[in-house]
């Protein structure tokens, strides 16, 4: 059995005698993967197969948190029934900003939460941004 770096393995699975998992992929839970798996693919299954190509899931779950942002936006303004602020809206900053600007206390704060501060940094420098600023977004809404 080989497994290549950044693999993310499902609680559960089954990786069976001489099978290779190459770089940069999601197994999901509970898996029984029985042949080899490619790079930078995503796969789940008893048997396992690939699911989607890992740049299509990153596409798919940045979409999901547009609208896991919006759903919360409506939440709150039917709740406050105020605009929600940068604190409210702290899990979807990377929305908001790129590299380039500063980032306000609570947003920093939330990089720093992994432990790999410089590395999260480094990643969020590449980061271009979905929206003008926060405003933008609140008037998509």
Not at 8 to 24: A, C, D, P, R, Y
Not at 27 to 51: R, T
């Amino acid at each position: 059995m080989v497994i290549g770096d950044n693999v993310f393995i499902g609680m559960k699975s089954t990786i069976l005698k001489g099978v290779h998992i190459g770089n940069n992929v999601i197994i999901g839970a509970n898996s029984l993967v029985n042949k080899d798996i490619p790079d930078n693919c995503v796969a789940a299954g008893n048997p396992c197969k690939i699911i989607m190509e890992l740049e299509e899931y990153h596409e798919k779950r940045k979409a999901a948190q547009v609208a896991e942002a919006k759903e919360l936006v409506e939440l709150y303004r039917e709740r406050y029934g105020k605009e929600p602020d940068e604190k409210a809206l702290h899990e979807f900053f990377w929305l908001f900003t790129d590299g380039n600007n500063e980032l306000p206390e609570c947003w920093e704060s939330m990089m720093k939460l992994g432990g790999n501060y410089e590395y999260t940094k480094e990643q969020f420098r590449k980061n271009h941004k979905k929206f003008k600023d926060m405003e933008d977004f609140l008037k998509k809404i």
